[in-house]
């Protein structure tokens, strides 16, 4: 197993409504589930394949609850990526040099049963979890909005955070609201739906904990 670590952010828009029950080991509330994904590494590395400064995005689409299956995917690598990093970014992603089920790229990689051929490309970021904004833009597949949840009565920037102390993704959330529109292989439209905004440090063994 080649050792790997990284250091990030990340925006993730699902079409759960805000709080998501997956993060409560519930079903998802409309019986299935789509999302989308983009995350900034900050500093990482695969072996000896350095990953500072890269980014990754992914769709995809359940038909039911994550953990029957069947799902599809389709990855976005980040166009400055070498030939080595990319192959190196394309193995964390589908779960691979990880421990079983220890991170959430080798949960969801161990429920897609389609896998798309991966898509080398610009990939547009903008993530600030304390403020929950961003925006993942990818031309032609991608366009992903997050926003702070406001209160319906004085409009004003509310906050929650969802702390998984045991979690295989992130330890505390940030919780917004996202809208997204995708097209190509797997098209998916969510509107003011779950907005995750997390700052994400992983291995091979699965979240690194102070």
């Known amino acids: 197993m080649t050792t790997w670590e990284i250091k990030g952010r990340e925006l993730v828009n699902c079409s759960c409504e805000y709080g998501c029950n997956c993060q409560f080991n519930a079903l998802p509330d409309k019986g299935h589930c789509h999302a989308v994904a983009g995350i900034q590494i900050e500093h990482g590395h695969h072996g000896d394949t350095p990953l500072d400064g890269l980014r990754i995005a992914a769709i995809f689409k359940w038909p ?7 799902g599809e995917a389709i990855a976005f690598v980040d166009a400055k990526a070498d030939a080595k ?3 190196a970014l394309l193995k964390i992603m589908t779960g691979q040099d990880t421990d079983p089920f220890a991170t959430m790229f080798a949960v969801y990689a161990s429920t897609v049963t389609t896998m798309n051929e991966p898509v080398f490309t610009d990939i547009d970021l903008q993530i600030d979890v304390d403020a929950r904004k961003g925006r ?3 031309k032609n597949y991608i366009d ?19 702390v998984l102390p045991e979690g295989f993704e992130y330890s505390v959330a940030e919780i917004g609201s996202a809208t997204s529109r995708t097209t190509g292989p797997l098209e ?7 907005g995750q905004f997390a700052r994400l ?3 091979n063994h699965g979240v690194v904990r102070a």
């Open 64 to 70: 039911g609850p994550i953990h029957e299956g069947n």
């Open 85 to 87: 990093q990319r192959e």
């Open 136 to 138: 993942i833009f990818v």
């Open 144 to 162: 992903t909005v997050g926003t702070p949840i406001l209160n319906k009565v004085t409009g004003a920037e509310s906050r929650a955070q969802i």
């Open 188 to 194: 998916v439209s969510l509107t003011d739906t779950y």
């Open 201 to 203: 440090h992983l291995n």
